[in-house]
């Protein structure tokens, strides 16, 4: 696709449950980025990928949080035991590279969970 | 650690100039950013801004960097209803300028 994309678009889920949340990015986009924006709020920075490996997981706000990406290209966010403090949006982003230059995030259209 | 502010509201009348301000603590990055949220649509990069240059314009666009101070700014002249969004302020942390920090996002009302 053109851009970067994410399902499901909406996830309503019951409070314990897993839920994963897929994001795939612009093809040869080598940087993928997860953030959280919570209701009326600024984006909160949860884990970034330069190819496979995640070099930052200092935004996961706990181990019930985690990542993966495989063949540089689709990740997975998952979520044990939701809490109804989960509920927000979840954005994914990708970009071309890293190191000393412009480099331009593009975003996917987030995923809306809802703990209920 | 790193870290982004801004304020997070701003009210302008049509017509007016909107200054949308940010601080900043990462001073190593080579570029900063603004990115602007419109109500239902994703987030998209507005305009950048060489961490060597003290101002760039870009049409009603312009971008002040005050290295020293560490404060960013964003000025929107002729303000449009259509400017109604949220904007972020992002500073990479880190030469490497992969890690982007966002601010919490100033939300621009444009009043009649």
């Known amino acids: 696709g053109a851009g970067v994309s994410q399902s499901p678009s909406n996830k309503v889920t019951e409070k314990g449950k897993d839920v994963e949340l897929r994001c795939d990015p612009i093809?040869?986009?080598?940087?993928l980025y997860w953030y959280r924006q919570r209701l009326g709020q600024g984006l909160e920075f949860l884990i970034y990928f330069q190819g496979n490996s995640a070099p930052d997981k200092s935004g996961l706000p706990s181990d019930r949080f985690s990542a993966e990406r495989t063949g540089e290209s689709v990740s997975t966010l998952t979520i044990q035991r939701t809490q109804q403090e989960d509920s927000a949006v979840y954005l994914c982003a990708s970009s071309l590279s890293g190191g000393n230059s412009y480099n331009e995030q593009f975003f996917g259209p987030g995923t809306r969970l809802t703990v209920l | 650690g790193e870290d982004v502010e801004q304020s997070l509201f701003l009210s302008v009348r049509e017509g007016d100039s909107s200054v949308i301000n940010c601080t900043y603590t990462d001073s190593s990055s080579t570029y900063l950013y603004w990115y602007k949220q419109e109500p239902g649509a994703g987030l998209q990069l507005l305009t950048y801004i060489f961490s060597n240059m003290d101002m760039k314009q870009d049409q009603r666009l312009t971008v002040l960097l005050n290295k020293k101070d560490k404060h960013l700014s964003l000025r929107i002249a002729d303000t449009q209803t259509g400017d109604s969004a949220i904007y972020f302020c992002?500073?990479?942390?880190?030469?490497?300028?992969?890690?982007?920090?966002f601010g919490k996002g100033t939300r621009l009302h444009i009043l009649p």
């Open positions: 093809s040869g986009h080598t940087a």
């Open positions: 992002a500073d990479p942390a880190g030469d490497r300028d992969d890690k982007i920090i």
